[in-house]
């Protein structure tokens, strides 16, 4: 039986479609805590029209789909060396901590596109920053923070991912052995 591949890109940019909107709006709330949610997205409709609301977009899909890449795989390879080892399937504690491993590491190594990501969707409408130039804004974090600013917010980053992949990962292998297992025993 093939498995589904959830790393190809078309979720991915289907999930985009509602996750930046709201990425966007929850990002400017953060960095300006005076106004209300819904004052910040009609602001943005006013000021930026609907493309303000996608601003990052392509930045958020160029996240995604590397950190897919990684964590995907990475998973299934540390479920298949650990099952391995113990000469049996994982149980779905197990997988969940094998998501939440795959989860981090994921997280860690594409903070960079995360930061790149960020400083698109908050930048000053007109800015060379907000035309949404990956490369552009990698550059400038580069030049004028350095290493450190391209892994700004590595920790909480990776701490939060890796509780998402413990979780998610996790309730998704259980709730596949339970499919699976009742698919069996049903006539």
Known sequence: MRRPRPWRSLPSK???LIRVPSEVVKQRAQVSASSRTFQIFSNILYEEG???LYRGYKS???REI???????PLWESLKALWSWRQDHVVDSWQSAVCGAFAGGFAAVVTTPLDVAKT???LAKA???TASGNVLSALHGVWQTQGLAGLFAGVFPRMAAISLGGFIFLGAYDQTRSLLLRLGRESP
């Open 14 to 16: 289907v999930a985009c």
């Open 50 to 52: 609907i493309q303000g």
């Open 60 to 62: 958020t899909v160029l």
């Open 66 to 72: 590397p950190f897919s890449l990684v964590q995907f």
């Open 119 to 121: 400083r698109i969707m």
């Open 126 to 128: 007109g800015s060379v």
